[in-house]
């Protein structure tokens, strides 16, 4: 099977960029200066209107900080859900609680707010107590995949316990490495996982310093990745 690209992008610009090197699928965010934040309604819907071909799964994360939420914020995101939903192909999200776990009742409610969707549950795996625990009760939640760098800097640092969350998958729950995936290295991560997804930002510095997604990046990471199928 053809490994899948996962674009994070973070603005139209981002987006388009995505597009032009060849990306088929991406995760649409806002702020990803905090590691991103969910995207406006008007953003959605221009990404939607411009590329209808397009695989859009979209953040719900309604502030910065530690993943952690109270009521009120729940019901933010919940709406924010259905909101987007009809114009997402999929949705990323997840809660923890204080002391490193997941937050299984909010989680829940996000998926349940999915309607049927597939849902990823987002990097704020990587800071659970107890990663083997956590992915054996995301699979019992019924999310899609799991975004992780393998609860290190980076995902190519993290490749041993991305081999092990892969291997207790079992095919139950996606791993979807991300953290520092290049074009460099992405083919030696999958490689080295046996994931048959990963997600980059594939971005490049610019002129005004400020990182943003780089077509020719999006393209040579495919083309890394595209030799692995069969």
């Keep these: 099977m053809k490994p899948i690209l996962e674009v994070c992008t973070g603005n139209l610009n981002s987006v388009e960029a995505a597009v032009l090197g060849g990306a088929r699928r991406i995760e649409l965010c806002s702020a990803l200066s905090v590691d991103g934040l969910t995207p406006s309604y ?29 009521e009120d914020e729940v019901r933010l995101m919940e709406r924010d859900i259905k909101a987007l939903l009809p114009m997402a192909d999929a949705i990323v999200g997840g809660a923890l609680t204080i002391d490193g776990r997941i937050d299984i009742e909010t989680t829940r409610r996000l998926i349940d707010a999915s309607d049927g969707k597939p849902f990823t549950f987002h990097r704020a795996f990587d800071r659970c107590a107890d990663a083997l625990t956590a992915l054996r009760q995301l699979i019992d939640l019924g999310c899609h995949r799991v975004l992780t760098s393998g609860q290190q800097p980076t995902a190519e640092q993290g490749i041993p316990l991305l081999r092990r969350l892969t291997e207790q998958a079992a095919g139950q729950i996606i791993i979807l490495p991300g953290g520092g995936v290049t074009s460099r290295n992405a083919r030696h991560i999958l490689e080295q996982t046996g994931t048959t997804e990963i997600h980059a930002s594939a971005s490049r510095p610019a002129a005004h310093a400020i990182k943003q997604t780089s077509a020719a990046e999006v393209s040579a990471i495919l083309q890394a990745i595209g030799e692995l199928a069969t």
């Excluded at 953003?43 to 590329?51: K, P």
């Design 42 to 70: 008007g953003l959605l819907e221009t990404v939607r209107t411009r590329f209808p071909w397009l695989t859009v799964h979209v953040l719900i994360r309604p502030c910065e900080g530690d993943f952690v939420y109270g």
